[in-house]
Each structure stands twice: as structure tokens, then as C-alpha cells.
């Protein structure tokens, strides 16, 4: 169920993501008002195959992921951002719940996620990327020093005013 017009934008990182990008835009659209690409110029499919899809695709400044995603905030409209890479996996209702836990706790300011292994890039990189969220989080589960852009919802004004990402 898509919440009040303009109320959660999707932003999407990708680079040379062809394989993916269609799946995690499909599986968002009946969540988000906006759903937005930031592309750090593909060489493959994954800008053509985003805007055949109906998708404002944002070239990134080529200072990397974090200059990416910070540059993109610039064009989101919604309140609420939920940031996804094209290589992760959710549950159909991620979205919906990241909005309703929001909605419920009003203080709360992001939701992040770990990696799954329900995903079509099962591989050494994805099974590291697993074991390394996991064991960070097991060192000291009470404190978290980052956030990842992996799956984080973050309200739009406290992100902007905190300066959003850091790298």
C-alpha cells in the first residue's frame, strides 16, 4: 500500500547493475511514491533498462557511492528516504513496514538492514558481506557507528540536518 503522494522515495544506487535493477524496482513500486536511480555510469543495460522502466535516472558526480548518495538527496521528494542496492534481496513488505514503524514511533529516525542470503548474488563477496554485518553487530549490539546504505530508511529533515552520509 503506497502511503500519502511524495511520502516515501526509493533511492537506488547502481553501477553496471543490469542484472538487478529491474527486480528491485518492481519490487518497490507498489511501496513508494518515488523511486530514484543514481547511476555511477554504467557501462552495461541498468540506466536504459531504469528509465524503460519509468524511472528518473540521476548520473552520479564519479566521487564514489557515498558523494553519489549525498548528490541524490538533492532530487528526492519524499519524506522519508529508503535507500537499497540493487544487489539486495528484501521481503516484499519491507517498505511498507519501515513506513508503518515510523509512523507508530515518531521519535525514530532510521531503520537499517543486514544482508540476506536471499539474494540472486549469492557468492564469497555476499556470503563475507553477511558474516562481517553480523560480527559487527555482535560486538557491540547497543551501538551502532555506522549506518549502511545497503537497506536504510532515514527521515529526510534529521538526515539533511545531521549532513547525511559521511563517505
Same mark, same amino acid.
Given at each position: ?11 537506488? =544506487? ?8 529491474? /527486480? ?8 513508494? /511514491? ?9 557501462? /552495461? ?47 516484499? /513488505? ?11 514511533? =515518531? ?41 549502511? &546504505? ?15 552520509? &559521511?563517505?
Amino acid at each position: 500500500m503506497k502511503s500519502a503522494k511524495g511520502r516515501v522515495t526509493v533511492v537506488v =544506487p547502481t553501477l553496471n547493475e543490469e542484472n538487478t535493477v529491474a /527486480d528491485i524496482i518492481e519490487g518497490c513500486r507498489p511501496y513508494a /511514491d518515488e523511486i530514484l536511480v543514481v547511476d555511477g555510469h554504467s557501462q /552495461d543495460k541498468t540506466r536504459e533498462i531504469a528509465e524503460g522502466l519509468g524511472i528518473k535516472v540521476i548520473l552520479d558526480n564519479k566521487k564514489g557511492k557515498g558523494a553519489a548518495l549525498r548528490h541524490v538527496v538533492n532530487f528526492v521528494s519524499g519524506d522519508i528516504i529508503v535507500f537499497i542496492d540493487s544487489d539486495v534481496a528484501i521481503p516484499p /513488505d519491507a517498505i511498507s513496514k519501515v513506513y508503518q514503524r515510523f509512523t507508530e514511533h =515518531p521519535a525514530l529516525l532510521a531503520i537499517g538492514g543486514i544482508y540476506s542470503d536471499n539474494t540472486k548474488q549469492l557468492n564469497f563477496i555476499s556470503d563475507f558481506k553477511n558474516l562481517d554485518h553480523a560480527y559487527r553487530g555482535l560486538l557491540n549490539p547497543q551501538y551502532v557507528k555506522y549506518l549502511g &546504505s545497503l537497506f536504510l530508511a532515514v527521515k529526510k529533515e534529521p538526515f539533511l540536518k545531521v549532513g547525511g552520509f &559521511s563517505t
